[in-house]
């Protein structure tokens, strides 16, 4: 007679896949899932899905090698902060840790307000060391033989994926946002589909930024769209690689593996806050505290942690914001705006 319960059967390895699987909720919208309460069990980015499984592989493997006395993932649960605390012991960054606790936690549903979550150290903005000074791998990178790739990351602040997907045909003109604004602010707003709807706010977000000319990102993070302006000193040549470029290909046939693309989109989001910010003592004192009475600017962001005490302007920041393709100004003061 075979077995009862057929997913015994099954490895460690599978189990973890099947689970992780079953939680692929790509396209759909995450605020709606948060609102309805069932976004614990779904995962919503593509890319997410790919960290998440990366290193969930590397704790099954710790598994195996450690406690081969485990064949399912209950079995395996109690060991998940032993583990975490082996990647702290082995100097990993704060930041890996951090994402390995999420990957681990999403896989067993321990949130981070259970007592049971691993609390891994606290992150600081001077600990980075992705994109801060002279790294080996620059050794290996040539600024002068890339100088055109390094101009075009500064004025356009793509990500190394939305770089290597770039396509001829998705260079864009204000005229033509503004012409295509114009017939969809002409449709009535009972007779516009959702896709109409989100189309319209993309293209009006495009009002917040200077410049004529935009990139199209048709998949960033999180398969969302946008359009962003394409700036500095370099545009005219950024501009001319893109038009000389067939629709269909890609503006990039291949982009250096060592190139600092983050460090690129750093630059590229200092620029675009510094040419919107207002001086902080130009912002108004808008609001009152009701605790103390004292009257602040509500339109001023105040850094924490390590870079407690920096101001910035919280519409700049969201120009910012924009521009990258993130939804939240605290992204752009911890991981982009530097050297104010």
Request: glycine share 6%.
């Amino acid at each position: 007679m075979g077995r009862r319960n057929k997913s015994y059967s099954k490895d460690l390895h599978q189990q973890a896949y099947e689970r992780l699987k079953g939680m692929q909720s790509f396209g759909e919208s995450k605020k709606a899932a948060m609102d309805a309460g069932t976004n614990r069990d779904k995962i919503f980015s593509a890319n997410t899905y790919k960290s998440y499984w990366k290193h969930i592989k590397y704790f099954i493997k710790y598994i195996r090698e450690n406690h081969p006395e485990c064949t399912t993932l209950k079995s395996a649960k109690k060991y998940v902060n032993e583990w975490l605390q082996t990647r702290v012991d082995e100097e990993l960054s704060d930041w890996t840790v951090h994402l390995e606790a999420k990957a681990l936690g999403k896989l067993y549903g321990i949130q981070p307000d259970d007592e049971n979550y691993f609390k891994p150290p606290k992150r600081n903005r001077k600990d980075i060391k992705r994109s801060r000074g002279d790294r080996v791998r620059d050794r290996h990178f040539s600024k002068t033989n890339n100088d055109e790739l390094i101009k075009f990351c500064q004025g356009t602040g793509l990500r190394r994926r939305e770089l290597e997907e770039l396509r001829g045909k998705d260079l864009v003109t204000r005229a033509q946002i503004e012409a295509e604004i114009s017939r969809l602010e002409a449709i009535p707003a009972e007779r516009r589909t959702s896709a109409d709807g989100k189309r319209l706010t993309m293209l009006q977000d495009t009002r917040l930024f200077q410049g004529e000319y935009f990139t199209f990102v048709r998949n960033g993070k999180g398969g969302r769209k946008r359009l962003s302006p394409i700036i500095g000193k370099n545009m005219e040549q950024i501009v001319e690689r893109i038009r000389n470029t067939p629709p269909e290909e890609k503006v990039w046939q291949h982009v250096h593996k060592s190139a600092d693309i983050h460090g690129y989109r750093a630059e590229y989001a200092t620029a675009i806050y510094k040419a919107h910010a207002r001086a902080i003592k130009e912002i108004p004192y808008d609001r009152v505290n009701r605790g103390t009475g004292r009257r602040y600017q509500s339109e001023v962001y105040v850094c924490r942690k390590d870079e407690a005490g920096k101001r910035l302007d919280k519409a700049a920041m969201l120009v910012c914001s924009k521009a990258l393709g993130h939804n939240r100004i605290s992204v752009v003061a911890d991981n982009y705006i530097r050297g104010l």
